[in-house]
């Protein structure tokens, strides 16, 4: 009986081990240090400007307009996203806000209604008088957080959105496609929320919506901010972009053939001068100090990250003219004088 005893400890104590590993210890980010931009100490008088939390959060401002895309703060834990339910973190929502110096926002922009993008949009716009734009999904979302409808705005594909000097054209385009089939059903398929979603709910219960691509024109420069590693032929033909902001997490799970469309479909479609990845950040890390990959558990769900990095440098390699830039966590950054 002692001998059992002691095996049952040293099991409990070697899986205990083996999970802390998996939730404490994060792959590095897939992009150059090289690439890094400091933050803008002055920042002249009218310049459009983007601050980044992590994902896909940025806040652009030309100094009279502030809007943001996504919103989002709050980082449930591993096991919470698996196990058990979540809902926005009011206490993550209020740092964020005031390290991004936020006060007033005139719409916050979820690119999809996941809960990496949406779930904290509603409470983001509560406080900052802003608008909630997005799918039907995302307007449920805020619906069942209680916002009002007249702070809801639905939008069309390619229909442009104009806030003060910016005009804003969502195009509808596709998520990542998940490398297994299983996430993929879960995470893709039955894309709709089409009832006030209140959470605490699942992490799945944040479904996909519509995925756009958001285009935006400024009379100082113009930029795109996908979202999603996903594209749609063609998608994008017709429109240019000085900056894009493109995201890349779990591109390297996919096949060699599909980042090369993927690059094809964005960059090479949009002809930017500069490009910037996003969403390449852990989803259950801190938002705060250095960015971190994801914790080896998360890592399970997007191999191949590995592959990502060298894909990026090897289009650096072959367009010298591009540049590659990574934003610093909070600090303001100037894209156009």
Known sequence: MRKLIIAAIAAVLLIGGALFLLLNIY???????????????????????????????????????????????????????????????????????????????????????????????????????????????????????????????????????????????????????????????????????DAPLVPPVSAFDYRLGKAYVLHVAHPKGSFAVIGSAGYVEGGLEGYQADVVFLGVGGLGSQTASYRQDYWRETVGRLQPDTVVPIHYDSLTGPIEGEFRGPVMLMGFLSSGLEKTLPFLKARAAEAPGLRFMTLPRYDEVVLFN
């Open 27 to 193: 792959k590095p980010v897939p992009v150059d240090p090289g690439w890094a931009a400091p933050g803008t100490d002055n920042v002249p008088p009218g310049a459009v400007t983007v601050r980044f939390t992590g994902t896909s959060t940025l806040l652009f401002s030309d100094g009279e307009t502030h809007w943001m895309v996504d919103g989002w703060f709050s980082r449930p834990g591993a096991l919470q996203l698996a196990v058990g339910k979540i809902m926005p973190d009011l206490d993550a929502i209020e740092r964020g806000l005031a390290a991004n110096d936020v006060g007033e926002l005139a719409a916050v922009i979820p690119v999809h209604s996941h809960y990496d993008h949406a779930m904290d949009a509603p409470e983001v716009a509560r406080r900052t008088g802003a608008l909630l734009l997005g799918s039907e999904a995302t307007a449920n979302i805020g619906r069942g957080w209680g916002l009002p409808e007249d702070r809801i705005r639905v939008l069309a594909d390619r229909i442009p959105v104009a806030l003060g000097d910016f005009v804003i054209t969502p195009i509808e385009s596709r998520h990542f496609q998940f490398a297994d089939a299983a996430m993929r059903e879960r995470a893709l398929g039955n894309p709709a929320i």
